[in-house]
């Protein structure tokens, strides 16, 4: 539930899924050492809906030595009482390795995200792969995808040490046939159901954002009194069949399908 929630994806739920549609931008690691505006857009003066208590804002996206900051923090923007920060891929990238090395923060009612989303804005239905760690509890990350506006395959695994202790390494493999998510290296949720599997290429986003009304999922919002950060060193796309980019890269190590 990391991507935007619209009401009118269900127009298009019924748009079918052709091969041709899958052609993926290239393969490409970046490590922040600078911003790449011909690769990022970076969401500024909105939100995404009711649920959310926080307005986008650019200056919430922060690089210093490497790491990529996005930030949530008491400011009137607009209509909220808070702002919040989200980058998305300009491109968007199909069958293939995904992998970020990222570390949040805490606060209960916050949603720090790395997933990959379609919907129908860009005139797709709406799929979605995601990690979203909600920092009530920054010692599990949900694992989940929707399929044409359906929640699929939700999970909450472990983090071993802590998404908010350190940088943990954040990875998922997807295929035509199957959808594997990774936490540090090791398998944490497979899907083969043909039912259950995107079937649209998607955009890359990173976000912190707040609610105050998805309580049951999110946990009370409390305003956390301070700015809230999730921290970004690496992210990389590997597409099927291509090498691996760097050494710790899940696509040197595991077995894609065919």
């Known amino acids: 539930m990391a991507g935007a929630l619209f009401a ?57 030595d490497g790491v990529l900051s996005l930030s949530f923090e008491k400011r ?13 891929t300009k491109q968007r990238f199909g069958y293939g ?33 995601d990690f979203e760690v909600l920092t009530k509890d920054p010692s599990k990350v ?29 990875g998922f493999v997807w295929e035509k046939d199957r959808l594997r998510w990774y936490v540090n290296g090791k398998l944490v949720n497979e899907v083969t159901n ?20 998805l309580t049951n999922w999110m946990g009370a919002f409390a305003d956390p009194g301070r700015k809230v950060t999730m921290q970004v060193k690496r992210i990389a796309f590997t597409a099927l069949g291509q090498p691996c980019q760097f050494p710790e890269s899940l696509a040197c190590t595991i077995t894609n399908s065919n």
Request: proline share 5%.
């Open 142 to 170: 949900q694992v989940n995808s929707y399929i044409q506006g359906k929640p699929k395959n939700g999970k909450l695994v472990d983090v071993e040490g802590g998404a908010d202790k350190g940088f943990n390494d954040y």
């Open 8 to 64: 009118v994806a269900a127009a298009f739920a019924a748009a079918p899924a052709h091969a041709q549609d899958m052609q993926s931008a290239p393969s490409f690691v970046d490590n922040f050492s600078s911003f790449d505006r011909s690769r990022w857009y970076v969401s500024d003066g909105w939100n995404n809906g009711n649920h959310q208590n926080c307005t986008w804002s650019k200056d919430l996206v922060r690089l210093s």
């Open 194 to 213: 043909p039912d259950e599997l995107p079937t649209n290429p998607q955009k890359i986003f990173f976000s912190l954002w707040g609610s105050d009304k």
């Open 97 to 129: 390795v995904y992998e970020a090395r990222m570390k949040t923060d805490t606060g209960s009612g916050l949603n720090a995200a790395f997933f990959t989303y379609i919907g129908p804005q860009d005139k797709k239905p709406w799929d979605e792969i």
């Open 76 to 88: 009137k923007l607009k209509d909220r009482e808070f702002a919040c920060a989200e980058i998305q």
